[in-house]
């Protein structure tokens, strides 16, 4: 049996990764707080603790954004949860200064994100899923009308019902497999590398392969590469070879505060000239450095006449056969359309990216409130608020999701701190408004 709660919040958030503690910190300080009418906010994370793609966490990767894009600094320069602000109480910013980068690693990152989340533990619950939310109209008890979000205890097993005039879903990008292609303890995901690979002895692991020519698939070759010095490590790409990111100036402008109004009050046509010309800013691309690092590699072993680094040109996985710990992996060349090639694996690694984040399912019930668009995908207010009938008053908002309504930067972090800002001057001005938010 549940138990049912009797406060209602103005805003639940789901999930507690980097866009929900940015909109943390955004309540916090916003000024409603010191007008002693503080926005109330509860989070609720099914990790165990706070995370950031932990399985992905490999030594030396770097973040893909300036520290500067941290969770708050472009929104409030002055807050105390800036990355500047954890590098002094770290006791690290005159060294973090001197080593002249941009780009620290994800491991700093997390632990920058550690070090935010520790100031709102009072407000996240842990091994905490949310199941569904439903709407509830209770005029008769007083309540009006209210939003319930049923949580379920990861480890209890038990449920909870916590009560919101508004839901913010921040759930994060969904792991992709290629159609047909199943995981198992030999088959696995970008997502769940570093857990997978802590499962198997590295002495068996004589021959590897990675699918995919995106950062996941270009770093995970070169930790595989580095990690198993006796082992055949070939990767897999779609392509004629890695491509690079473009993060040169004018197209990083693209991730700009600025572009999300361009983006979402321009024409279709705009819509799909931000696509064309800038995808190759943040999918299917790999960082310079990287990309030079596993050719380095390859070349050196070509010139040893030792080569265990392969690189499979134009290549995609047709079929996975599996038996026991054995894997053979059934290739397709798209050299010729023809060639069909099989090699066997001990571990075969998925790095084929993610869909975007879909509350759909989240929402239920609740979704029929929710409008669309001719190609079926929600409609979004400009503050994130996902566009309803009349009839429900209490307020869905989207950290993330949103690729189709305000652009590239909807499942990144280079806008968040920009992002959770408005979403809580939403909160408070529809407050304001006489909505009971
Ligand atoms: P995120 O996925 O981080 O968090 C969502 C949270 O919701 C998770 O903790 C999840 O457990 C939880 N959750 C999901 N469903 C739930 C439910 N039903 N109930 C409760 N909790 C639930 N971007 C960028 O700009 N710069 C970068 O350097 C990188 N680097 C990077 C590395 C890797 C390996 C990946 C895969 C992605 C990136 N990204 C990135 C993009 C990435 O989307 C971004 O960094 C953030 O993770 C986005 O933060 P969110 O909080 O929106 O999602
Ligand atoms: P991604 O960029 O979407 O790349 C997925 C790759 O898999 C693409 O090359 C894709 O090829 C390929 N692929 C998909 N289906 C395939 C199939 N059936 N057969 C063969 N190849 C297939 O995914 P990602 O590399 O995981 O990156 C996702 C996000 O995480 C990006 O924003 C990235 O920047 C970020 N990231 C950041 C870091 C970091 O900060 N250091 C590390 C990793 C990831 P097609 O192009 O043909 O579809």
Same mark, same amino acid.
């Given at each position: 049996m549940g138990t049912r709660e009797r406060e209602i919040y103005d805003i639940v958030g789901i999930g507690f990764g980097p866009s929900n503690l940015s909109l943390a910190i955004a309540l916090e300080e916003h000024q409603e707080n010191a007008s002693g009418r503080p926005v109330t906010a509860a989070f609720f994370e099914r990790q165990?603790?706070?995370?950031? $793609? &932990? !399985?992905?966490l490999l030594p030396q990767a770097t973040m893909q954004i300036s520290f500067l894009k941290d969770l708050a600094t472009f929104r409030n320069p002055l807050s105390k949860y800036s990355f500047v602000s954890y590098l002094?109480?770290?006791? &690290?910013? +005159? @060294?973090? +200064?001197?080593? @002249?980068? #941009?780009?620290? *690693? &994800? @491991?700093? #990152?997390?632990? /920058?994100l550690q070090w935010a989340e520790a100031g709102f533990k009072d407000r996240v619950s842990y091994n905490s899923e949310v199941t569904e939310v439903r709407v509830v109209d209770e005029e008769s008890a007083g309540e009006g009308q209210h939003l319930e979000v049923e949580v379920r205890d990861t480890v209890g097993g038990g449920t909870r019902v916590v009560k919101a005039r508004n839901v913010t879903v921040s759930t994060g990008l969904v792991p992709r497999m290629p159609e047909g292609m199943e995981r198992d303890e030999r088959v696995w995901h970008s997502s769940e590398f570093l857990a997978k690979f802590a499962t198997v002895r590295p002495e068996e692991l004589k021959s590897v392969a990675v699918v995919g020519a995106g950062q996941s698939a270009a770093e995970i070759t070169k930790y595989l590469h580095d990690m198993l010095p006796g082992a055949q490590v070939s990767?897999?790409?779609?392509? /004629?070879? %890695?491509? +690079?990111?473009?993060?040169?100036?004018?197209? !990083?402008q693209v991730f700009d505060p600025n572009a999300v109004d361009h983006y %979402? #009050?321009? *024409?279709?046509? =705009?819509?799909?000239? #931000?696509?064309? /010309? $800038?995808?190759? =800013? !943040? %999918?299917s691309v790999v960082d310079d450095d990287v990309i030079r690092e596993l050719f380095r590699r390859s070349y050196e072993e070509e010139v040893a006449g030792a080569q265990r680094?392969?690189?499979l040109n134009l290549t995609r996985v047709k079929e996975v056969k599996r038996s026991g710990d054995d894997t053979r992996v059934v290739l397709h060349s798209l050299l010729d359309g023809e060639t069909e090639q099989e090699m066997d694996v001990d571990a075969l690694v998925f790095a084929t990216g /993610?869909? =975007?984040m879909d509350p759909t399912g989240l929402l239920g019930d609740l979704d029929r409130f929710c409008l669309r668009d001719t190609e079926g995908r929600h409609q979004v207010e400009r503050d994130y608020r996902v566009v309803t009938t009349p009839e429900l008053s209490c307020g869905i908002y989207l950290q993330g999701g949103t690729e189709? *309504? $305000?652009?590239? =930067?909807s499942s990144l972090l280079s806008n968040i701190a920009v992002r959770s800002g408005e979403i809580a001057d939403s909160l408070v001005e529809r407050r304001g408004a006489g909505a009971k938010v």
């Open positions: 165990p603790e706070f995370g950031w $793609h &932990r !399985n992905m002094h109480d770290s006791n &690290r910013l +005159v @060294q973090f +200064v001197n080593n @002249q980068d #941009f780009f620290p *690693t &994800r @491991q700093e #990152f997390h632990q /920058y990767a897999i790409l779609p392509s /004629y070879g %890695y491509s +690079v990111a473009d993060d040169t100036p004018f197209a !990083n %979402y #009050f321009g *024409t279709e046509k =705009t819509r799909d000239a #931000f696509w064309r /010309y $800038h995808k190759n =800013t !943040n %999918y680094l392969h690189f /993610y869909s =975007t189709h *309504t $305000h652009g590239l =930067t």
